[in-house]
């Protein structure tokens, strides 16, 4: 959609705007430039075949990617009606009358019939770039809805691969948990043994149990949370909330992104984010705008012209008719408003500047949302370390203190910490591998990374039948219908 709109225009010709970004991010270290980010199909990096189906089902049935392509295909009628403004019109008309003259001083008058056939036609001259100001504003408008289209796709397969790994997260968590339970259980009835042969309190009983059930407790929760990430999910895909609850009930690793990743520099997300670039393409839409609401401060001209052709009988409108024409042009010239012409430049004026600060908002809430990725990826790498050798050590202190317990030389409330300190770093474990992964799609979304492939946004999600010319349903039996419906 690059083809130059030719004629004269007035109002201002678009240019798009250079802003200043920083040369690298502030918070990658590194000694060289970075390579440009890999966002073709990122996820496919995360290695989990049903992740990468989930993304496919989204992109052909989620129903905001539905409603962006649904915007498109008005856009496109919407350019195709302004271009089409830029044309002459053809108008045909015909009539068929019978009439009758008044009486005469004989009294008697005439029947006769009259048939007419004609053409109307018109066309504006857009001297000063009306039509074409607002064609050119259309094809902005379209360029708009098909970054929306790619921004939408973005936020979908986003929210996919976090409500994935969230799911996946909270089935760690429930088998840690009844993993961890049924040891505590364990304790409990050795405790309990204990108990019975005096070498053990009944308090230290009642704390073992407790523990138990306090662990225990933690796993309702945490199967409604994997619930909602699947309802989740299954509503992103367009399908029922339940549909994918199969699919998912087997638990799988937590998918764990590979290393290194190039974020490329900053000035890259001025092509790679769709949201960015749809900002951009609404600024070029309404400095169009201005120029359509400039020229309709000038006078315009449109030639006009008709022909018609009257006869007495319906063969007579072909020949042995009487033929009329007329042509000529119209000029109008605004005079006098009351100030609304200039206003409403003021208007398209101040719009135009909105969008342009739109536009640079949007260029640092991009920057903004990278920055915030990297450290926050950086920092929950280092932390899953750290956690890691905490599980590792408190696993080697439980194993060590149940032993030390069995054979009487630990108290019961020295394993009982071991054993809860253990659940605790390894749950803070798995909550942090999820956050690693999670920050990683964050950090490709910041990007820019979405779906790379050719989206057919031409077919209508309702289609129309018998829009021929039919008899029209009565309002009752519509009503009717739909409440039976």
Same mark, same amino acid.
């Given at each position: ?76 009628? @919407? ?78 397969? #986003? ?52 523990q138990a059930a306090s662990t225990e407790a933690d796993i309702p929760t945490l199967e409604t949370s994997f619930a909602e990430a699947v ?8 399908? =029922? ?15 764990? =992104?590979?290393? =290194? ?29 201005? #120029? ?22 319906? #063969? ?22 009351? #100030? ?26 991009a920057l903004e949302d990278v920055e915030n990725a990297i450290v926050a990826l950086a920092q929950e790498r280092i932390r899953v370390g ?13 194993? &060590? ?9 630990? @108290?019961?409330?020295?394993? &009982? ?55 029209? =349903? ?12």
């Open positions: 959609m690059s083809t130059a709109l030719a004629g004269c225009a007035v109002g201002p010709d678009y240019r798009q705007p250079s802003l200043a970004v920083p040369a690298t991010w502030g918070n990658a270290k590194q000694a060289k430039p970075s390579r440009p980010p890999e966002l073709a199909e990122w996820w496919r990096r995360l290695n989990d075949p049903l992740l990468n189906a989930l993304i496919r089902d989204a992109v052909a049935g989620n129903l905001d990617v539905a409603t962006t392509k649904a915007k498109i295909r008005e856009a496109r009628a @919407s350019y195709r009606e302004a271009v089409g403004a830029l044309q002459p019109s053809l108008d045909g008309s015909g009539s068929a009358t019978r009439n009758k003259t008044a009486a005469s001083q004989t009294g008697v008058g005439s029947t006769y019939n009259q048939f007419q056939a004609g053409f109307d036609a018109s066309w504006e001259l857009d001297l000063f770039g009306a039509n074409h100001r607002a064609a050119e504003a259309a094809r902005y408008g379209v360029d708009a809805a098909e970054q929306d289209l790619r921004s939408t796709l973005l936020t979908a397969i #986003g929210d996919v691969a976090s409500n994935y790994v969230q799911a996946r997260g909270y089935q760690a968590r429930i088998a840690l948990a009844r993993r961890t339970a049924a040891s505590q259980r364990e304790t409990e009835a050795l405790t309990r043994t204990k108990f019975e042969i005096g070498a053990s309190s009944a308090v230290d009983a009642a704390n073992a149990a407790g309802h989740r999910l299954s509503v992103l895909t367009g399908r =029922p909330p339940a549909a994918l609850a199969e699919r998912l009930r087997k638990s799988v690793p937590i998918p764990r =992104p590979k290393w =290194p990743m190039p974020v490329g520099v900053p000035a890259d997300i001025l092509l790679s984010r769709p949201d960015v670039r749809l900002a951009e393409r609404q600024y070029a839409q309404y400095t169009a705008k201005i #120029g359509e609401a400039e020229a309709a401060r000038y006078p315009s001209v449109s030639l006009t012209g008709s022909i018609a052709t009257t006869g007495l009988k319906l #063969g007579d409108v072909g020949k042995s008719s009487s033929i009329s024409w007329s042509f000529g042009p119209t000029l109008t010239v605004p005079i006098f408003n009351g #100030g609304q012409l200039q206003a409403a430049v003021d208007v398209a004026r101040a719009q135009r500047d909105q969008y342009f600060i739109a536009y640079r908002s949007a260029v640092l809430s750290k956690l890691d050798v905490s599980a590792q050590n408190y696993r080697k202190a439980a194993s &060590l203190g149940r032993s030390l317990y069995q054979s009487g030389s630990q @108290s019961f409330l020295d394993l &009982l910490e071991a054993e809860r300190s253990l659940y605790s770093a390894e749950d803070s474990l798995i909550q942090s591998q999820v956050a690693i992964a999670t920050d990683y799609i964050a950090l490709n979304k910041a990007l820019g990374g979405g779906w790379s492939g050719a989206i057919d946004a031409s077919k209508p999600e309702v289609i129309d039948v018998n829009t021929g010319p039919h008899q029209a =349903p009565s309002i009752a039996s519509s009503t009717q219908a739909a409440i039976e419906n």
